[in-house]
Each structure stands twice: as C-alpha cells, then as structure tokens.
C-alpha cells in the first residue's frame, strides 16, 4: 500500500529527536506537524483531521483523572518542604540504629511511607540523601549499600500507591485508578520488603559494610523515643490510610482523595509549625512546573498519536505486536524490553506517553488483564530511575551526597537493587495473583 512506511518512519523520526536531546513534547509536537504535511501531500488524509486536535486538548484540559496529579504532587511537596519526611528519617534511625544493618533497614521502611504519603522519587532521594548518608558514612556504612539502599528506597513511590505514574497509567490505559493503586499495593509491599532482606543479608554476611550504631550515638531516653514515634509516625500514616483507604472503600475518586491529601499534609504542616509562606510558595512552584511537565507532554503525545493514526501506524503497531512469535509471551517480552532500554535514555513520563497507547490495544486484543499489564509496566518503569546512565534517581542524590561519593559508586551500588526490582518483575509475572487478588 502506497504510504505504508509513512507510520514506521514517523515513529523513527521521533525517537531520533527525543535521542538527539530535543525536549520530548517538542519532539512529539513537531515530528507530528511535519508528518502531517507529508501525509496531506501524499493523499494520505487531509488537513481536517487536525480539527480533532482542538476537542482532544480540551477533553485533557478537563480530564478529572488527571487532576489528581498535582494534589499528589502537591502532597508530596510539601511534606518535603515542612521538613516532615526530615523527621520520619530521624526517628525511625533513632529506632533502627542499634540493629545491625539498621540504618538500611530505616531507609526502606521511611522509603516506602515517603512513597505512600508523596509518590513523589525526587523528594524522598533528597531527603534521605541529605539525612541518612552522611550518618552511613560517618559510621562506617559501605558506599555502594548505602547510596543503593537510598536510591532504590526512593523508588517506591513508582510503585506503592498513590503513585503519580500509577495514575498517568491508567489514564493512557483507560482503566480505573482505583484498581490499578490495589493491583500494586503488594507488589510495592513485596519489593520494599526484598529490598530489606538484601539490606538484612548484606549486614548479616559482611557485618562490616552495615555495622550497628554504638549504643552511645543515640542520645535519647526510651520514653522520648516512644513519644517521638508516636507524635511522628502516627500522623502521617493515619493520612497515607485516609488517603488511600477512602481510594480502596470507593468512598472517594482518586482526584478527591489527592486533595484531602494536599489538605492533610498542609494541616500536619502547621500542626507541626512547619507551614511557612516559604514552604508554600516552594511548594506549589514545584507542583506547578511538574504539572506544566505533563500536560505538555500529553499535548504534544496527542498531537503525534493523531496524526500517527492518520497514517494508519495504529493499525501496523497492532498487527506487529498481535503476530509476533509466542502470542501473549512475545507481546510481554517485546513490552518489557522496550521499556526498560527507552528507560536508559528517557523519563518515565515520556515513555508512558509514547509506548503505552501502542502497547494497550494489542494487549487488549490478546485478552490480557490490563491491571496486571499496566502494575508490571510500572514495575519496569520503576527501573528507569536507576537504570546508568540517566536514571533519574542517581542524578538526584549525586546532587546531594557528599564530594568523596564518586558517581561510579552510585552506579555500582544501584545495580544490585535493578536486579532486584527485575526478579520483582519476574514474580508479578510468573504468579499474576500478586495483583489480581482483589479483583
């Protein structure tokens, strides 16, 4: 058929841009114009395909779904900014410290609250960066443990719900962002809960890479410490169960819940005497930017997938994934390293934009539960963050760790936590039911 390599070639062109370093919605937005001038000249369509680009940019303007993205944000943010997740790092160290390998063990566990109560990586790589590895450090933690356990801890928020990605998945898939939070409560769960035993295995086979604190670092009587556990811990749990407990009970959209969220975290904010201007305005500066993010990336994603349809390139994407050897096993082995090679060169937004929408059909076609497709997508989305050499994670803490922390040594100390997060992977493929128990 005349004009079939039109659809390939366009998908090239964009992914030749993106590589080149060119901005992302940019790229999208102007592979799509000159295709679609191509695609006129060629009698391939006309220019009143493009009177769909108005509608589609308003319905993402009033997409509901996605208006819980910047309460999240939001939310996150600010716990960040009050200084909060300053405080969960503190005590939980304080409750760890004297356990071999225990200031590990706390950067999982503060690691996986970050997640439920931010899903926000940037704010929890930071601020465990900032608090945690210079105390590693100082008492005699091994580099690679401690900046692999920081970076990887930091991802939990990909995973464990309420995950901004989570809810960008499920927007591009069409599916309910409620049941896609449940499909990933456990495997989130299970991979902090891996990531704790490596921690526990390294300091139980080379205590000397995860030795316990001396009894004496840790200057606070028993009867504080319970207090500060109770007056630290207890709120932010008590939001991160509201929060998600009224997604779970169908109490409340996800957009609802975020909000509630955003309201919490300003409340504890100000309970705490955290809430200043400063921290506000910060705080919304940050959710602002990262919102625009998205919001031109799904522009500039729209603009490609519509003309990229006018070229029937959604039709030769079904066919090629539909007809590939092994069926649903060639499909899932096809997605999988996709992602994760996409994942070594660009973020995790930009490839939820462009693979997820050519991946979705066929899996649809092939009768998979998109659930489960979409938990095990953001499994393998979560690696980008580690995965050299722009995982996004290693740049946020290289941005923080002290000068004697080469970038080598983060890289080394990420790559046993991805091959971590690749038997997690592994293990919501081989026994679905790790997210398909509530459906």
């Known amino acids: 058929m005349e004009g079939e390599w039109l659809a390939p070639l366009m998908f090239v062109g964009a992914l030749i841009l993106i590589f080149s370093g060119y901005p992302v919605a940019l790229a999208l937005g102007g592979t799509a114009l000159v295709f679609a001038f191509i695609g006129v000249e060629m009698g391939m369509f006309d220019w009143h395909l493009l009177l769909a680009m108005p509608d589609r940019t ?29 405080d969960l790092l503190t005590t939980v160290g304080q409750v760890f410290g004297t356990v071999r390998g225990g200031l590990a063990l706390a950067v999982v566990f503060v690691g996986a609250l970050l997640a439920a109560a931010t899903g926000v990586v940037g704010a929890s790589v930071v601020a465990m960066g900032l608090i945690s590895l210079p105390v590693m450090m100082r008492y005699g933690y091994s580099k690679e443990l401690s900046v692999g356990v920081i970076t990887a801890s930091g991802t939990l928020g990909q995973i464990i719900p309420p995950s901004v990605v989570l809810i960008v998945l499920a927007d591009q898939m069409g599916i309910s962002v409620g049941d896609l939070f449940m499909g990933a409560l456990v495997p989130g769960i299970m991979l902090a809960g891996l ?33 500060r556990v109770f007056l630290v811990l207890l709120p932010p749990l008590f939001l991160i169960l509201l929060v998600l407990g009224s997604i779970f009970s169908g109490m409340a959209t996800p957009t609802e819940a975020g909000a509630l969220g955003a309201l919490g975290a300003m409340l504890l904010a100000a309970l705490n005497r955290r809430l200043s201007w400063k921290a ?31 070229l029937n390139g959604d039709l030769w994407i079904e066919e090629l994934l539909t007809n590939l050897p092994g069926g649903v096993i060639g499909l899932l082995i096809v997605a999988n390293l996709a992602v994760f090679i996409l994942g070594f060169f660009i973020d995790f937004f930009e490839i939820a934009f462009i693979v997820i929408p050519l991946l979705v059909p066929a899996a649809s076609l092939l009768g998979v539960d998109l659930v489960w497709f979409g938990v095990m997508l953001g499994m393998n989305l979560q690696m980008s963050f580690l995965t050299p050499p722009f995982g996004f994670a ?43 128990w509530a459906s």
């Open 280 to 310: 506000l305005r910060e705080t919304m500066d940050n959710t602002t930017k990262l919102t625009a993010m998205v919001l031109f990336l799904l522009i500039g994603s729209t603009a490609f997938a519509l003309v990229f349809r006018g």
């Open 394 to 436: 290693l740049f946020y803490l290289r941005g923080v760790a002290p000068p004697e922390i080469k970038t080598s040594e983060i890289y080394r100390g990420a790559v046993p936590f991805i091959i971590i997060q690749a038997i997690g992977l592994m293990l919501i493929i081989l026994w679905p039911e790790l997210v398909t």
């Open 58 to 86: 308003f319905g993402i303007m009033s997409n509901f779904v996605l208006l819980a993205v910047p309460f999240f944000i939001f939310m996150g943010t600010m716990l960040e900014k009050s200084r909060l997740a300053e």
């Open 195 to 227: 990531y704790a035993l490596y921690a526990g295995g390294v300091a139980f086979f080379q205590p000397e890479k995860a030795p316990a604190l001396p009894a004496e670092t840790l200057d606070i009587e028993r009867r504080e410490l319970v207090k």
